[in-house]
């Protein structure tokens, strides 16, 4: 097989992936009245990034041959689709949403920065647990478990930031410190794995050959367990954190994007003159 | 109120004689942040002039080929302490001093948050910086094994001496002054600003001193651990960074350069802020897109502590990692790149005044894009390999940080000197500085290029008479000459200008931050009153009421 017929064989269409999708789509459907506008694109992109994700070959190779592979997706699952998600919610819909009383209360507590941070940098860390990791591969309920934790946690991380009310957003500096908090977080696990040296994942280094890929894989395009465990955790170190940042920069333009507060105090003395800050003694 | 008896009479002159009955009494007890700033600055003069010396003692041995002014040992001694003095003792401390001294002011605050941890943080710099040269008087001298310091060679058996055990205590001093700052400034700037003053309308030096300082609190605390393990190892027989005994040797390269990159960054981004104050006044422009300027610093910030394995492409990391730093690293060339642009598009149809500030800040600009195009050719993993421990990095990163930071100071030096002192300096000496310090400068390092694509290594003791290299090397030292005569002429023209320099306005530049607002030099408690800040340049703002920067901004 070459690299081609790998990439047009291996897909693999879970119903499980399909039906939530449309689920999904519909309920979004449904809440915005069917329009296709600016938010909804982000949001059908944000869909259609979770189902390329869960049904092409990157699934197909990340479970069972390559641990980059499995590593790109869970990146696209945890921190670019549930930001498409997100972003793609309208500001009344989400209002409405949360004054529904139960959904106000949970977002009350999930959307909490520090909450949110720890489930979201946390699912990094647990879901990427050696043992646990060999469970999810071994497990199907699992998996999916995993793949649907990923982008509900994913959008609880970015609540904070992005929520589609402006009141439940952290300030701009508080943003950036929640991010690249988040991104030194992962940057430490990033290291961790690529540098732990091969076989953290004892099933990725000898896999069962069902589709006979390994000698192209291995000695064709250089995947050998080392490397491909190296750009795993190179993946999740340096263009993970690049997302982060990314998002911090966006943070950063909109707030010089907005409109700045008048805060002129009108108590100040002669021709507005003030006096200059000093210790609070 | 308490009865107690100040051990010091409280200052009543901004600028105390040293002659007076208590004169170096009230400036070695002052916790006032001009008096503190303007101590950081003097002693960094000083150490910039060892450091110098250091550095001409390097360059006539490189003068000509298989020559022997030195030994190897003291040549080895001469570049570790040129590289940390200039780094540690120079750049980093004026940097922090002139933020000591403008920040307050520019926000308009009359002292910093912490005016006593400021003084901890100044005396223990001097402090680090004593530990530091006392390792010359030691049996064996000062530390020889380079300003990084790489395990195992700063490790027992490799280094017996006490040279690396003095260098790592002087540094951990000076890591401890540099947090301190760091939140010194961050609170100060967050908390201390006037009404008016919203972090959107900070002046772009206060900015960056803030940004400055977030790296600040980040990363030293790495290599400050790095430090303490190195001693443990040195001192106690641990083996953190010993592989013989089970350490890992690229686990301090991990260490310092995880502190080492982000430091670049420490030391040009205050330079940044220079240049973003100068050139606009200068320019008789604001400056272009300060969103840009501030965002892209907060760009940099962030990505400066997550590349610094592109320090490392000659380890072995493998090609996969080597890869994906070379690609990151490239990437910090966007938000330099965004400021370039934005300091020549503020000069651009502006009516430019060349005083000396602003040829310094001209010169920044081109020397330090010098440096960054080489930089962005080195951060590519192949021609890294090709050129590193090269003369071509010597090169690289003396354009980053003389062509860039350097430059930066002096401009900053003759922008703000009016302020520290109440008197002008001489632009007639300041020019001559400025012209000797372009020749000397470029004819120092930018042979160095060439003779680093010609394979000479970094750090060598002497070289063998290989064709044009003697040439080459006497011209980088004829340069290095020329540049000693720069700095003797800017000491020169600093203390004549103290003595006989003419008196300066208020606002000699006509400039448009709050720290021209004061008298120069400033009164003790800075301000009696400040102007309302309704925009990003309260003093345009106060002249020109009726054009108004920010005209929809209302006294509420």
Redesign the interface.
């Known amino acids: 097989m070459n690299i081609w017929q790998v990439l047009s064989s291996t897909w693999n269409m879970e119903p499980w992936v399909l039906v939530s999708a449309l689920a999904v789509l519909v309920a979004y459907g449904l809440g915005t009245g069917f329009k296709f506008t600016k938010l909804s694109a982000l949001f059908i992109t944000g869909i259609t990034i979770y189902v390329l994700a869960l049904v092409s070959p990157l699934d197909y190779l990340g479970r069972t041959y390559l641990f980059s592979a499995n590593m790109i997706q869970h990146i696209l699952l945890l921190l670019v689709v549930p930001l498409l998600l997100l972003l793609g919610i309208p500001k009344t819909l989400a209002e409405k949403a949360l004054a529904i009383e139960p959904i106000g209360a949970v977002m009350k507590v999930l959307g909490n920065p520090i909450v949110a941070w720890f489930l979201g940098v946390g699912s990094m860390w647990v879901w990427h647990l050696p043992s646990l990791h060999e469970s999810v591969l071994a497990n199907d309920n699992l998996y999916i478990t995993q793949q649907i934790s990923f982008v509900l946690i994913g959008m609880i991380f970015w609540w904070p930031v992005f929520a589609p009310v402006e009141s439940r957003r952290l300030s701009p500096l508080v943003s950036t410190l929640y991010l690249s908090s988040a991104c030194l977080g992962c940057t430490i696990l990033g290291m961790l794995i690529t540098f732990a040296g091969a076989g953290l994942y004892a099933s990725y280094m000898t896999p069962v050959d069902t589709i006979g890929i390994l000698p192209l894989l291995r000695g064709e395009l250089c995947l050998t367990p080392g490397v491909d465990q190296q750009i795993g955790g190179l993946t999740m170190w340096v263009p993970g954190c690049l997302i982060y940042l990314a998002a911090s920069m966006v943070t950063i333009a909109r707030w010089y994007g907005a409109p700045e507060d008048y805060e002129i105090s009108s108590n100040s003395g002669a021709e507005g003159l003030l006096t200059a800050t000093q210790e609070n003694k | 109120m308490s009865t107690r008896i100040p051990l010091v009479p409280e200052n009543i002159k901004p600028l105390p004689s040293l002659k007076g009955n208590e004169g170096m009494l009230s400036w070695v007890s002052s916790v006032d942040h001009k008096q503190i700033g303007l101590m950081y600055l003097m002693s960094t003069l000083v150490f910039f002039i060892i450091g110098g010396l250091e550095a001409l003692v390097i360059r006539i041995q490189l003068a000509q080929p298989e020559f022997d002014f030195i030994s190897p040992e003291v040549y080895n001694q001469m570049f570790t302490m040129h590289g940390t003095t200039m780094i540690f003792f120079v750049v980093m401390p004026f940097l922090i001093g002139v933020g000591v001294y403008l920040v307050p002011l520019m ?5 910093m ?1 912490f ?1 006593r941890l400021n003084a901890l943080s100044f005396w223990l710099v001097i402090f680090g910086g004593i530990l530091l040269y006392y390792s010359f008087l030691t049996q064996s001298g000062p530390s020889e094994v380079g300003w990084f310091a790489y395990a195992p060679l700063s490790e027992k058996p490799f280094s017996l001496n006490k040279g690396p055990t003095y260098w790592a205590l002087g540094l951990l001093a000076v890591g401890i002054s540099s947090v301190s700052s760091g939140l010194n400034n961050i609170v100060t700037i967050l908390t ?5 003053m ?4 900070l002046p772009l030096f206060v900015w960056m001193i803030l940004v400055t300082s977030f790296i600040l609190i980040f990363v030293i605390p790495i290599i400050a651990s790095a430090f303490a393990m190195m001693l443990l190892d040195r001192l106690l027989d641990a083996t953190f960074f010993t592989p013989a005994h089970g350490g890992s040797a690229i686990l301090w390269q991990h260490f310092f350069w995880g502190f080492g990159h982000p430091e670049v960054y420490i030391l040009i981004l205050p330079a940044f802020g220079i240049i973003s104050e100068v050139i606009p006044v200068f320019s008789r422009k604001p400056i272009f897109g300060y ?1 840009f300027v ?2 892209s610093t ?2 940099i910030g ?2 400066s ?2 590349v610094w394995a592109h320090h490392m492409f000659a380890v072995g990391l ?4 080597n890869a ?2 070379s ?2 690293s490239m ?1 910090i060339a966007i938000p330099t790149g965004v400021k370039v642009l934005n300091w020549v598009a503020t000069m651009w149809g502006g009516k430019i005044y060349f005083a000396t500030p602003m040829l310094f800040a001209t010169a920044f600009i081109i020397e330090f894009v010098m440096g960054g195009l080489t930089g962005v050719a080195i951060a590519s993993a192949p021609i890294n390999w090709v050129t590193t421990d090269t003369y071509f990095i010597v090169a690289h990163f003396h354009y980053v940080l003389f062509g860039g930071s350097l430059f930066a100071i002096f401009a900053g030096v003759y922008y703000w000197f009016p302020k520290f002192t109440g008197r002008m300096m001489s632009e007639t000496l300041g020019k001559w500085h400025f012209w000797l310090t372009v020749v000397g400068f470029n004819m120092t390092f930018f042979i160095q290029h060439f003779l680093g694509v010609m394979g000479m290594p970094r750090r060598t003791y002497t070289y063998h008479d290989l064709p044009y290299w003697g040439s080459m090397n006497l011209l980088s030292t004829i340069g290095a000459f020329v540049l000693a005569i720069s700095v003797i002429i800017f000491a020169w023209n600093i203390i004549w200008s103290l003595k006989h320099g003419k008196k300066a306005p208020d606002n000699p530049w006509n400039a448009w931050t709050l720290e021209w607002y004061t008298t120069s030099p400033p009164a003790v ?3 009696d ?6 925009g990003r340049r309260p003093l345009w703002d106060l002249a020109h009421p009726d054009q108004l920067d ?1 005209p ?5």
């Open positions: 926000i308009g605050a009359r002292d948050a005016p201390m600003r006037v009404k008016g919203t972090m959107r309308r969103s501030a965002g907060v760009a962030l990505l502590v997550g493998g090609n996969v990692a994906y730093f690609l990151a990437l408690h800075n301000f009153l400040v102007p309302p800040v309704r920010e929809n901004s209302k006294v509420v």
